[in-house]
């Protein structure tokens, strides 16, 4: 039903199953008690307040929980709604709302090599989504090289080395320790030369938003990039574990300073994490989500689709 | 970013002042602040509901009924709360018979293997003789990421490859253990979702055939309302002996800590505050308390001074001051240290009280007014910074034109600047206390906050 609000085929594509399965028990758990909130008869005061503390369970924050409940409830009196089950569809299209960006995303404009950069904290899963990412534009047409600049985390390297193969692409690494400035420099110019890539992939080091030397240093491996490719780095993604609290907005507005993020990747969206910051991020910071993990196989990767995930989200 | 809980409530009790008196009414506006002030910490929902039942109480009491000053009241009586509910810092259970088995349990990318290394590193140094066990056979590297781990704290790493069941290595690896005497056995075992049934009977059969006398969950800081599963499916599982925090140096609040502590009962013994293996410390639970409510932490501003100001050039910086010999060069050293440290509003906001003060000052002409400082000082020339009594008129027009300023610009910092000048030198004669307390004041010389421009 949401589907035809949006204009978009009835019919779910094969990526939007995969959103909804991973989202499924994510249904059966906090923002389920959504579509339970709305069996009620009667569009009460208490209905609200549920509303408002079951967003909240889902991480999205209380000032975005308390914004939605109230334009919810705002246009449910404007446009005079009776049935609870209308209210419903007013608080999911509102959710869609705020989920949709403001543009679409830049990796797939005609370009001779797209840079695409990956930052987050430690453990986000920057590594996995890499390879998860590697896979998914191989798929489509792309000729993929990675680029290894973590140079710090013990065996990062051999991690992104072994999602390079599993995804059968190319990737180009130091020694650890090495300066991340000079494999992206590096990685850029075999992608140009000797590979004859169109998408490189950089995987950096995960570094906490406080740490502001470690912040520069993505200014800096951005500034190599910009150096050798016009505009480059096209995308820079921030991998946001769908665990997280409130805390994602500090990332996001951290990483979005610093290092100029355009997008999220939400991970880790098999359990029973709701990633409801995501409201607030997009919302508050304008960064809107791009691609979400599902799983721990590489093909368990897909575009997010706010219809969908809002959908996955709370029900038919 | 956050408005500490004090804040919050002085602006509920600020309207009533005058009154008084407090009413039922008044206790419901501020408890409703508490409950978002922890909300906002990642501190689940239901806990928060407990908690704030459990402040009410209390504060509807006498004490802050007949208290001068209700807002501190309330926060004390929260404060005294959390670090009640946070419960005492507990250490390993190394009681028993060698060896002692850690089982180290948790989420994907909570900071297992990391802290696998920061324990062994510890007790390595506090005299025990521990081995590490690779029992992720899953996440690709994780056994190099390990032994690499091992090698840098010179700790044995004991791995059998990614075919042999989990459980397997555990055990051979306590019987290796046995029999050249290591004394603790520290199990790296893979990240894993508290629903994934199957990879949970793993950790059940490591658990039986180890028998660990600690299991414990490592969550990371930044975790929300999610904690409290989390926290449950491992518990009943495994039941759970410890809870250890990783990633306290963010910002993250981690109000998760009073989710998972309430939900399991188990002490939280270790905070992981840093990406180096030294980075671990034991747990202080007036400390996270106040993290939490977001009041300032004085400790994180000190810790991230000395990070990123080495002794030596505070020391240098000190003698500099003393003998009044403090140049524009300087001055230029001191604003980048200054930069160094992170955003203004960030520094401020770690200073209790002073929270309440960036809200008011525009952090962001501030910042842009060090900017101009620096400029200022990039377009003399090195002659000019050592000795700025040779600035007259033209080179002061000449400056102006180079950092894009004006000459009532440059003026001004020159006289603030020798004013400063003047009020060191005083200082030097006055004070004239040696030793480690001048060093950390000396990092920010008093007058310099003139040089901010929007702050006075």
Do not use: C
């Amino acid at each position: 039903m949401l589907r035809n609000l949006f204009g978009r085929p009835s019919k779910a594509t094969e990526d939007d199953v995969r959103l909804e399965n991973s989202l499924a028990k994510t249904r059966s758990g906090v923002f389920g008690r959504l579509g339970s909130i709305f069996q009620a008869n009667e569009i009460t005061d208490e209905l609200w307040e549920e509303l408002e503390e079951t967003l909240i369970l889902g991480d999205v924050g209380v000032p975005v929980a308390q914004e939605l409940v109230e334009r919810t409830q705002k246009r449910v009196e404007r446009e005079n709604i009776k049935a609870t089950r209308d209210a419903y569809l007013i608080l999911q299209q509102e959710m869609v709302r705020i989920l949709t960006p403001a543009e679409p995303m830049r990796i797939d404009d005609p370009r001779l090599l797209t840079i695409v950069l990956v930052v987050g904290v430690n453990g986000s899963g920057k590594t996995t989504t890499i390879g998860k990412m590697a896979h998914w534009y191989k798929n489509r047409g792309r000729k993929v090289v990675l680029g290894a600049a973590d140079t710090f985390r013990a065996a990062a390297i051999d991690q992104l080395k072994i999602w390079g193969e599993r995804a059968g692409v190319d990737i180009i690494a130091h020694e650890p320790g090495a300066d991340p400035g000079a494999v992206v420099f590096d990685a850029v110019r075999a992608s140009q030369e000797s590979r004859q890539a169109d998408l490189l992939i950089v995987d950096t080091a995960g570094r906490l938003q406080t740490k502001y030397n470690l912040m520069q240093e993505l200014e800096k491996i951005k500034r190599v990039a910009a150096k050798q490719v016009h505009r480059a780095p096209h995308e820079v993604f921030l991998v946001l574990d769908a665990s997280t609290g409130q805390n994602a907005i500090s990332q996001a507005k951290s990483f979005k300073d610093s290092a100029g993020v355009t997008g999220i990747i939400l991970t880790k969206l098999d359990g029973t994490s709701k990633g409801g910051a995501v409201l607030s991020i997009n919302h508050e910071l304008g960064v809107p989500v791009r691609f979400v993990g599902t799983g721990e196989q590489i093909a368990d990767f897909a575009e997010f689709d706010p219809v969908a995930f809002v959908e996955g989200l709370v029900g038919q | 970013m956050f408005e500490s809980l004090t804040d919050k409530l002085q602006g509920v009790f600020d309207k009533l002042a005058r009154q008084g008196k407090l009413t039922e009414a008044d206790v419901n506006a501020a408890m409703r602040e508490v409950r978002l002030a922890l909300l906002e910490a990642d501190v689940n929902y239901k806990v928060v509901k407990d908690f704030v039942a459990r402040v009410r109480e209390r504060a509807v009491g006498r004490e802050v009924m007949e208290s001068l000053t209700p807002a501190q009241q309330v926060v004390k009586i929260v404060n005294e709360e959390l670090i009640e509910l946070l419960g005492k810092p507990a250490p390993l259970n190394l009681s028993g018979q060698t060896p002692h088995v850690l089982m180290l349990v948790g989420l994907q990318g909570s900071g297992k293997t990391t802290m696998a290394a920061k324990l062994a590193l510890r007790l390595r140094k506090s005299g025990q003789r521990p081995i590490l066990v690779a029992a992720d056979i899953y996440r690709p590297a994780a056994i190099q990421q390990l032994e690499i781990l091992g090698k840098q704290i010179d700790v044995p790493v004991h791995s059998e490859g990614t075919s042999v069941p989990a459980a397997t290595i555990a055990k051979n690896a306590v019987r290796l253990a046995r029999e050249k005497a290591y004394t603790t056995v520290i199990l790296d075992t893979a990240g894993r979702l508290q629903i994934d049934d199957q990879m949970m009977q793993e950790l059940e059969q490591v658990r039986m055939v180890t028998r660990p006398s600690e299991i414990l969950l490592i969550v990371d800081a930044m975790t929300g309302q999610e904690a409290v599963h989390v926290a449950e499916g491992f518990n009943q599982r495994v039941a759970l002996t410890g809870l250890i925090m990783t990633k306290i140096d963010g910002d993250a609040r981690g109000g998760a800590a009073l989710s998972v502590r309430q939900v399991t009962g188990v002490p939280i013994k270790f905070l992981g505050t840093g990406e180096k293996l030294p980075d671990i410390e034991p747990f202080q639970p007036d400390r996270l308390a106040g993290r939490i409510l977001g009041m300032g932490d004085v400790l994180s501003l000190i810790e991230r001074a000395q990070e990123t100001i080495t002794e030596e050039d505070a020391a240098a910086m000190e003698r500099k001051l003393q003998d009044g010999n403090f140049d524009f060069e300087d001055f230029r050293d001191q604003l980048r240290q200054i930069k160094k440290l992170g955003p203004l509003t960030d520094i401020l906001g770690m200073i209790p009280g002073l929270n309440r003060m960036t809200k008011e000052i525009d952090m962001n002409e501030a910042e842009g007014s060090l900017k101009v400082t620096e400029a200022i000082i990039n377009s003399m020339t090195a002659q000019e910074r050592r000795n700025p009594s040779i600035l007259n008129a033209g080179r002061r027009r000449r400056i102006a034109a180079g950092s894009g300023t004006t000459v009532q610009d440059v003026n001004q910092l020159v006289k603030q600047f020798r004013d400063m000048q003047k009020l060191m030198k005083e200082m030097g004669i006055t004070g004239g206390r040696k030793g480690k307390q001048r060093r950390g004041r000396s990092m920010l010389p008093r007058g310099m906050s003139n040089m901010f421009g929007g702050m006075n």
